[in-house]
């Protein structure tokens, strides 16, 4: 539990840091990542924001050594709550009260996965079958590059009102959460004894390359994105696509068995399709700008 929430601390941090950072440069695009690379690692906030989600990275390994996969996940969301804070105080973002209710429907949705959890009944899973892994993990990649390129090429239609960053949240959420799985698959290979055995028999499976692409994509695209939107928003839909695609097909592929309790099933069941739900209806543009106001004539010139 003290992993957990260390490491949404580290996240939220970590994200907040990396926006201020963005904030402050020019426009970043995934069409030239060398320029993007290139203008971020010569941020000290950057680098400072890098190394809290490095950091938390290691914390989400620890966790995944203890508890089951769907308990990580609603823990891990809780983390939203920090994440709204910092980005209201730090960078100054205010959400509408649509978008509140919609993160508020979201917390709820997980307490309610949560709940559904037996420390006695749950088990964690060591590894999951190769081909089941690659199954739940390829066409994810895919979509998820599919779905960004196509909020991309949206976003430049001209008179477009401005997008509040679902589509990119949800499609960066997607190759967050192969990477999540693949985490998941890496800590099953951590061990204090037979270390070059270990180490020989991860780079034989599939988790340390979905990491590197992940990884890479990820990053890339989460910058360009997180650049362009709102952090109390598109972080929020991030991690909730992350935590619901790594509950439930994390679950399916590492074989973590279903609550086999009815109470406890239902509420699995509907904090899922709760999420899911909030998702499809959160407000996909962002409001216009206001008009500047007009000046006011005088009344000089009024009587001319």
């Not at 190769?130 to 895919?142: F, H």
């Amino acid at each position: 539990m003290t992993a957990a929430l260390l490491a949404n601390v580290l996240y939220s941090t970590g994200f907040v840091l990396e926006k201020r950072a963005l904030t402050a440069m020019p426009a970043v695009s995934v069409r030239n990542p060398v320029r993007l690379l290139r203008q971020v690692i010569t941020s000290p906030l950057w680098i400072g924001g890098s190394l809290s989600l490095a950091a938390g990275f290691g914390a989400q390994l620890a966790v995944y050594r203890t508890l089951p996969i769907a308990a990580a996940q609603g823990i891990f969301v809780s983390g939203l709550v920090l994440l709204l804070l910092l980005s209201s105080v730090l960078l100054g973002e205010q959400t509408s009260g649509r978008e509140r209710y919609a993160v508020g429907a979201i917390l709820l949705a997980l307490l309610m996965v949560v709940l559904s959890l037996s420390e006695d009944a749950d088990t964690v899973s060591r590894s999951a079958p190769v081909p089941l892994v690659l199954t739940v993990c390829l066409p994810s990649l895919a979509a998820g590059v599919w779905l960004y390129g196509s909020a991309e090429r949206r976003a430049k239609h001209r008179h477009r009102l401005p997008t509040a960053g679902v589509e990119y949240g949800v499609a960066v959420g997607l190759l967050y959460g192969v990477s999540s799985l693949a985490i998941k698959g890496v800590s099953s290979y951590l061990t204090t004894r037979g270390l070059g055995a270990a180490l020989l028999d991860l780079l034989r499976s599939p988790y340390p390359y979905l990491l590197l692409f992940t990884g890479a994509f990820g990053l890339v695209m989460s910058q360009a994105a997180l650049q362009r939107c709102r952090a109390s928003l598109i972080v929020p839909v991030c991690t909730t696509v992350t935590s619901l695609f790594t509950a439930v097909l994390g679950t399916l592929a590492f074989g973590e068995p279903l609550p086999d309790q009815p109470l406890r099933l239902a509420l699995r069941i509907a904090g899922t399709a709760l999420a899911v739900s909030v998702l499809l209806v959160m407000p996909k543009h962002d409001a216009p700008p206001a008009p500047p106001p007009q000046p006011t004539p005088s009344t000089k010139e009024l009587t001319s």
